[in-house]
């Protein structure tokens, strides 16, 4: 039977949409239920600041009536705007083991990017590079932790065969405490001189001040990731959303901001795993997923640090490895004894020495994919 993709339309194609990846991956021993209710948030025009400032479209594939596969088109305005390019982008991949439905999917993505004047189709990211992004390629035999998605094998390869190449790599590197002694001494002589040398500061943020360090967030993260693969600055009506997720797994030992004089100079936001936590929930707040997440704190025993940056004019002052000192520490003495730090791009050399010099180990690799259209 012939594969027909279509665009998602009313409420009963969104409901299939959500749920194919549970039906594909129930079985898989490392795939992490999504939240059910966050995923139709995600989507939703109305709840995404995305929409902000982009458009979207989603479709399905079925064959003889039954939903196989699905994907995202979208156009990132602003994307566009700042990286000065006519790209297109997918994302939401999930997908039998079928290279027909695969064929169909980008075809039908394409085809709608192209009517928009994209000349190119890059992902996947589900929307932006800051949510789930790329297709797994080490690590399979790895639980995904938050923000990260778990595919099998075969989606790059059918990917490939779609026609569509490698555009960069994102990598996962991995930390626990008990790596301690393997990082080199430079990192703990650099960290003791960051106040008596330097006049810097590290401290943790709080619950009430959070909105506000975002704003100091954002300052850091546009100067210091402005030459990343992909990057788009963060707006107003970005922290505003990144704010309200970041409430639901605020914990003030890990969101730590370095200062000097009253200047924010670097800051690191990382996040307990709660992919532990949605295990147990299995995409739903009942009837015992709520009980799950309250009692979180007794679950999660690891951490993903999202983001670890510092501005451009202080990179030489040692911040960076006050901020990799100071998460050691955290990870002594709290139940997180580790985690992962990532994604960090394969051509940012700087920030990939310095996991080496912290006793790191790459354990995932995700790709972003492209093709001309």
């Known amino acids: 039977m012939s594969v027909d993709v279509t665009p998602v339309r009313g409420r009963r194609d969104l409901r299939a949409f959500v749920e194919l990846p549970f039906h594909l991956h129930s079985n898989a021993p490392h795939w992490v239920p999504p939240l059910k209710l966050e995923r139709f948030l995600h989507l939703s025009p109305r709840a995404n600041v995305f929409f902000e400032r ?3 479209q989603l479709f ?6 039954r939903v196989c596969g699905r994907i995202s088109a979208h156009v990132d305005h602003a994307l566009n705007r700042h990286q000065d390019n006519r790209w297109g982008l997918f994302g939401f991949l999930e997908l039998v083991d079928d290279p027909e439905v695969c064929s169909a999917l980008f075809e039908g993505a394409a085809a709608w990017l192209r009517a928009r004047g994209r000349d190119r189709i890059v992902g996947p990211m589900d929307f932006t590079m800051n949510d789930e992004v790329g297709v797994l390629i080490e690590g399979f035999e790895l639980d995904p932790m938050v923000r990260q998605p778990w595919q099998p094998p075969y989606y790059a390869q059918r990917i490939e065969e779609a ?7 994102l990598l996962m590197w991995h930390l626990m405490v008990d790596d301690l002694p393997k990082a080199l ?3 703990w002589e650099m960290a003791e001189k960051l106040e008596p040398e330097h006049g810097i500061t590290i401290r943790k943020m709080s619950r009430r001040r959070l909105r506000s360090d975002l704003d100091a967030f954002a300052e850091v993260y546009n100067a210091a990731w ?12 970005d922290l505003d959303g990144y704010w309200a997720e970041l409430l639901l797994v605020f914990d003030r030992n890990w969101f730590m901001v370095a200062e000097k004089d009253g200047e924010t100079v670097g800051m690191a936001i990382t996040v307990p795993d709660v992919n532990q936590v949605l295990r147990k ?10 009980w799950h997440y309250l009692r979180k704190g007794r679950t999660v025993d690891r951490v993903r640090v999202g983001f670890l940056g510092v501005k451009p004019e202080y990179q030489h002052a040692g911040v960076a490895a006050g901020l990799y000192v ?5 990870a002594q003495t709290t139940p997180q004894s580790g985690g992962e730090m990532g994604w960090i791009l394969e051509t940012n050399e700087a920030m990939n020495r310095g996991m080496e010099t912290m006793g790191g180990r790459v354990v995932k690799r995700y790709r972003i994919f492209e093709r001309e259209l």
């Open 163 to 169: 026609g569509l190449g490698k555009a960069v790599d």
């Open 281 to 290: 929930m299995d995409g739903s707040l009942l009837p015992l997923g709520w």
């Open 54 to 56: 982009g458009d979207a």
């Open 60 to 65: 399905l594939a079925r064959r003889n009536g």
């Open 185 to 187: 001494p430079v990192i």
């Open 226 to 237: 402005a030459d990343n693969w992909g990057f788009v600055p963060y707006s107003k009506k």
């Open 326 to 330: 100071e998460h050691f520490n955290m």
